[in-house]
């Protein structure tokens, strides 16, 4: 009996934070594990463009674009969604996609599959707002932030699932790569339309909207401004997971890719098996400021580790534990922070303009990292990125968001 309490009172634990959620929102997430699933293409796509001829500054500039397309495509799904409904918005970017996959792997003239790309990025990205619309809108304002967890969760699962999978798949032939991205995007688009329908406003909500935000359009939200500058500064040090940070783990620490990519995945997994559990408790709180203010701290240390404890490997680990516990207590919180200033008539153009920040930030966050790194060294890098977030983190907590 002893032995299977602690088992009894997990299972409750885990029962209760996955409890409350709308059928939908659960729907939403399985559409959003398969459409992730077959996230391949990207993390391949320096390795398949010199793979077939072209230099790394080519394939550079191709990645480049892909970033500048997931800014336009930002805005114009916010605008979108906003005007067509973010229901339209999803089918639309599903199905566009997942044809525009497929064509950019037949494509072999450099113009060309610079071109694709540049659209691809577009279509791709403009599905995100209005997916982020519908969390919001299947959910209620006292399970949001875990509605958006869940989404996280199926976000990174399917990512996993995509990653290993691409490996093992890149190596056979890389054009199954589009095909499978291609595809995964369509079949979730189907399950979309058979699972999911739009739902209905309320009377009641919609008046509410009206009564506080209608008058107020994201760019005349002072605050929203604000707060998409402070989520730049702290998506320039997150990106460094998935940039620089690899490449210092490889020449400093000398670690094999092998071992890289289970601390990458770490990342995921770590978030899988706890954020629903820890945002179940932190949730009700009300205090969504301290608490991205919290996550910043943590991203911070993760920073601080690689110059205070050099113990290679081992500081890796402590390291990836300790950004991933950072985005765990900062990204679900600033989703909800975004959508509490959104009505239902201006909620699309909010996570429209979120989604852009954060792509800017993936565009300039890499490159600006790996400069930094190469001309003043990872350590000075480290101590910027550790200062930066410090500062956000201070800002977050004390300004009058």
């Known amino acids: ?48 463009l010199t793979g077939i001829g072209y230099t790394l500054f080519q394939a550079g500039i191709v990645v480049g674009l892909f970033g500048a397309g997931s800014i336009c495509g930002g805005y114009i799904g916010g605008k979108l969604t906003d ?3 973010f229901y339209k918005i999803q089918m639309i970017t599903l199905l566009g996609g997942g044809c525009l996959f497929i064509l950019l792997g037949l ?10 790309t540049f659209v691809l ?10 997916n982020n619309t519908a969390i919001s809108l299947y959910s209620r304002p006292e399970n949001r932030t875990r509605s958006f967890s869940l989404n996280r969760l199926a976000i990174n699962l399917g990512w996993a699932v995509g990653g290993t999978l691409g490996g093992f798949i890149a190596a056979f ?19 979309l339309y058979y699972l999911l329908k739009p739902p209905k406003r309320s009377n009641q909500e919609m008046a509410s909207s009206v009564q506080h935000h209608e008058k107020i359009s994201p760019l005349r939200d002072k605050k929203f401004i604000l ?21 210092y783990y490889k020449e400093v620490y000398h ?16 978030i899988v098996l706890i954020e629903m559990v820890l945002i179940f408790h932190l949730e009700s709180k009300n205090k969504t400021l301290i608490m991205i203010s919290n996550g910043l701290m943590l991203t911070a240390l993760s920073f601080v580790v690689y110059i205070l404890l050099p113990l290679g490997p081992v500081t890796g680990l402590i390291s990836v534990i300790l950004v991933t516990f950072g985005e765990i207590w900062a990204m679900p919180f600033m989703n909800n922070y975004y959508n509490s200033r959104a009505s239902v008539h201006n909620r699309g ?14 565009v300039i966050g890499p490159t600006g990292g790996s400069w930094i790194a190469s001309h003043w060294g990872f350590n000075n890098l480290w101590w910027l990125a550790t200062v930066v977030c410090l500062i956000t983190g201070i800002l977050f907590r004390s300004s009058k968001l």
């Open 173 to 191: 032939d890389y054009h199954l790569l589009f095909w499978i991205d291609g595809l995964t995007n369509m079949t979730a688009a189907i399950l």
């Open 227 to 247: 707060f998409m500058g402070l989520s730049i500064l702290y998506a320039l040090c997150f990106y460094q997971l998935y940039s620089t940070i690899p490449v």
């Open 349 to 362: 153009q909010y996570a429209g303009y979120y989604t852009m920040a954060w792509s800017l930030a993936m």
């Open 121 to 130: 990025s577009l279509v791709n990205e403009a599905f995100r707002p209005a």
């Open 107 to 116: 494509m072999k003239n450099y113009t060309l599959i610079c071109a694709f």
């Open 83 to 85: 005007r067509i409904g």
């Open 255 to 270: 670690m094999s890719e092998s071992y890289i990519g289970i601390l990458m995945g770490l990342n995921g997994l770590i």
């Open 1 to 48: 009996m002893n032995l299977l309490k602690p088992i009894s009172s997990t299972w409750s634990l885990y029962r209760n934070a996955y409890s409350g959620l709308s059928r939908s929102t659960w729907l939403l997430s399985l559409v959003m594990l398969v459409n992730r699933s077959g996230t391949m293409v990207l993390p391949f796509m320096t390795i398949y």
